[in-house]
């Protein structure tokens, strides 16, 4: 990050603005810090990860005691800000797309209770899949719940739009959605600051039954929440964030929500003769739709994720055609938009390029040299011929690369802490004997429930913890299970003769085959810490994590 | 003035400390910029590219578009072929020769260097072995930052100025050893040093 000073010839601007070169994520992190932001709280996810990360790192944030927090889910911190936001304060929850599955229970419920501090949402799309499972769209989400959706179309917008979204969500008593992509999320722009809107106070309620969803009042509160549809509609009606610019051509119009705009822009220098409606705030406009339906021969929608405008806008049955997009084919199905995609759906020339030429090898990511991951996959790869194949469950981490070659020791990976239950449903089914793989982080994420209800059954499931004492995919941050995997799984009821702790070293390779080898064939759950810090971390990390972890190995 | 660069390597190669420098040059010129980088799972040595875009003028797209790259620089050979299609037909191709063989299939390096040889904008650097001459292999990317200062919109200054700023905290020392890899990778060029 660097900064310098802009002085102004304005004098009726009294505010001396501050230029700096802000990452997507880092624009909607000051953005925040700078909108009164009192508690931020999420989970690592890429692409979101690194909006936590600023708030932890800025000085301006300590100097306004913004608490941090790195929740054990997406779900705790969305709770966590709801618990903040019930007390009067502005908070911000933060997740990649997926985590707003884990989370999803609180949000449509908040939705409904409302809220009283502004709370904002802020969930990272991942188009193109570049580092998820799927590329699901949040907008979805949103309009599920009922809530305002705002969408920034660049770094500039991600940080205006967050005192906005504050003062929308405070107004309208509502959490709103913030919805970012990898690209803008991992994107560095100009970015000019503006003036700090104070704190609120801690603001005691003197009626919360709206936060008791009992069905008496919850069904109140679902009738308020409808009610309010109209005024967040007016609102996305009269919003700023939405444009209509009337063009010269009428033959085309082009809807473009959120980045898709720079893409159109790009093609056209910025000086585009068609119709274009710009959205950044939802609900969807109507009114403004209704003009370019009325003005326009034809409707292009350039949207990044899911056909969420184009759908809700398409003749279903699809005997007018006036609408285009991904549905259609002028736009692929899948994947993250980009200028060249947009110039053909445009019908400009593209230009004529060169290949990459056929000798390019791909490169894709693989485990660092020396990682304690490497050690473990060797070790059960020696064993599977004998406990038989494809029955290794597994998690999403840095571990998930065990799916590839060279080690190909791992079957599956659904979402966050499937690996257990699935190796247990497996086991239900006769696949004896059931192995289960899982990062620590990911253990307390969504593991120990997991864990539990197998421990209740009494199932026949090894479960491995390979265990680096960070979450470290997304940059080793610190993890919630540094130090407590030991008495987590005794209190979860996991026999203690059946928990054992292993080193994952080349020269502990024979006996750590051995204690796996007794523990599959256990018939009941065992579990196995495989623990050996990261090797990314800084020497001041690993010794913190070997502190932690002061069970002896079983050796 | 419109600069589209994009920058190539692998994982844990430096290519963020190279954008970093364009980007604060960029900011302190009173240009605009937009720069697209990897982060996640792809930086475990695997393929990651950082795309970088300067202009006097407003920056709409994050991503530079196929076929108006000024300038590929890449910090591994076979890396700089991977982003051809992105090459503007001026554009100039700017790697270093050494290879990161992380992968079994990885392909002859006479074959890519054939490959990059048969456009007439290319410069090929050992800047690992220059690096290596300043102080360490290390600042390889730093090295690359001086092969393509020429073509930059900035003065050399202003781009030094910026080197030593970003590496400050880690003492005078490194400050130097990098102002010197900057110094041989701009000196490879004008010395028509190239392989």
């Known amino acids: 990050m660097a900064f310098f000073f802009i002085s102004l010839s304005n004098n009726d601007l009294k505010i001396r603005l501050m230029q700096k070169i802000l990452l997507g994520n880092e624009a909607i992190a000051q953005g925040a810090i700078d909108a009164g932001l009192s508690g931020a709280y999420g989970y690592p996810g890429t692409p979101s990860t690194e909006i936590i990360e600023y708030i932890f790192k800025s000085k301006e944030a300590k100097q306004r005691n913004v608490k941090a927090h790195w929740a054990t889910n997406e779900k705790v911190a969305m709770e966590e800000a709801l618990g903040m936001s019930y007390a009067g304060k502005r908070a911000i929850v933060t997740m990649k797309h997926v985590g707003l599955n884990v989370a999803a229970d609180a949000f449509i419920n908040m939705a409904i209770s409302g809220i009283n501090g502004g709370l904002v949402v802020v969930v990272a799309d991942d188009p193109s899949q570049h ?125 473009a929500s959120g980045i898709a705009i720079n893409y159109l822009y790009e093609n056209f220098d910025g000086k585009v003769p068609f119709d274009v409606l710009k959205v950044s705030h939802y609900p969807l406009p109507k009114e403004k739709v209704r003009k370019m339906f009325d003005r326009v021969d034809k409707i292009l929608v350039l949207e990044d994720g899911y056909p969420f405008i184009e759908e809700m806008i ?4 699809g005997r007018e055609q006036k609408v285009t997009g991904r549905l259609t084919g002028a736009i692929p199905r899948t994947g ?26 791909g490169r894709p990511p693989q485990l660092c040299p020396g990682c304690g991951h490497i050690d473990l996959y060797e070790e059960l790869n020696e064993l599977i011929p004998e406990i038989g194949e494809k029955r290794v469950f597994s998690d999403i981490g840095c571990y998930s690369l065990g799916v590839l070659e060279p080690y190909n020791s791992i079957d599956t990976l659904i979402d966050m802490g499937a690996s257990i239950p699935m190796a247990k449903g497996a086991a239900d089914a006769g696949l004896q004997p059931a ?49 407590r995997l030991y008495d987590i799984a005794k209190g979860l009821g996991v026999d203690e003769n059946h928990i054992k702790i292993i080193i994952p070293l080349k020269k502990y390779h024979d006996k750590n085959v051995e204690i796996i080898r007794d523990e599959v064939n256990y018939q009941g759950v065992s579990l196995i810490i495989a623990q050996r810090p990261c090797v990314t971390m800084s020497n001041e990390k690993k010794d913190l994590a070997r502190k932690f972890n002061t069970f002896e190995p079983s050796y | 003035m419109k600069k589209d660069i994009i920058i190539a390597g692998v ?68 890396e700089l072929l991977r982003y051809l299609p992105y090459l503007h037909p001026e554009g100039y191709l700017v790697t270093d020769i050494n290879p ?96």
């Open chain 2, 100 to 195: 990161f063989k992380n992968i079994a299939n990885y392909p002859d390096e006479k074959l890519v260097q054939a490959e990059i040889a048969k456009f007439n904008h290319h410069r090929m650097i050992d800047a690992r072995g220059l690096a290596k001459k300043a102080g360490n292999f290390r600042a390889a990317n730093i090295v690359m930052v001086g092969a393509i200062s020429d073509l930059l919109p900035f003065e050399e200054g202003l781009l030094k100025k910026v080197i030593a700023d970003l590496f400050k905290r880690k003492g005078e020392r490194i400050v130097q050893m990098n102002l010197d890899a900057f110094d041989l990778g701009k000196k490879a060029v004008i010395e028509n040093m190239t392989v």
């Open chain 1, 131 to 255: 580092s998820s499972q799927n590329e699901q769209d949040s907008r979805f989400y949103g309009k599920f719940a009922m809530l305002p959706i705002f969408e920034p179309s660049n770094q500039q917008e991600a940080y205006d739009m967050m005192t906005d979204a504050f003062a929308l969500s405070e107004k309208m008593q509502l959490p709103v959605l913030f919805r970012s992509v990898t690209r803008l999320s991992h994107s560095r722009a100009n970015v000019t600051t503006s003036e700090k809107v104070a704190q609120n106070n801690l603001q005691i309620l003197s009626d919360t039954k709206r936060f008791a969803l009992i069905p008496s009042f919850a069904k109140k509160q679902y009738r308020n929440l409808i009610d309010k549809q109209k005024a967040l509609a007016d609102l996305a009606e009269s919003s700023k964030w939405n444009r209509y610019h009337e063009g010269t051509n009428t033959s085309l119009g082009i809807i």
């Open chain 1, 314 to 317: 398409s003749d279903y049955l």
């Open chain 1, 435 to 483: 192995i289960a793989v899982i990062g620590d982080s990911t253990f307390t994420h969504s593991g120990m429930t997991g864990l539990l209800s197998a421990v209740w059954d009494n199932s026949p499931v090894t479960v491995i913890i390979s265990d680096n004492s960070a979450v470290a995919m997304t940059g080793a941050q610190p993890s919630a299970a540094m130090g």
């Open chain 2, 11 to 78: 994982g844990g190669q430096g290519i963020l400390t190279i954008s970093a420098i364009l980007d604060m040059a960029a900011l302190q010129s009173g240009y605009n910029v937009k720069q697209s980088e990897v982060h996640g799972m792809s930086q475990r040595g695997g393929a990651v590219q950082s795309h970088v875009r300067i202009s006097d003028r407003p920056v709409y797209s994050d991503l530079v578009p196929k076929g108006k790259a000024d300038i590929i620089l890449s910090v591994e050979p076979m």
């Open chain 1, 336 to 361: 993250e938009l980009n200028p060249n995609i947009v110039a053909v759906a445009l019908g400009l020339e593209e230009h004529i390029a060169e290949e990459m030429p056929a000798i390019v090898a």
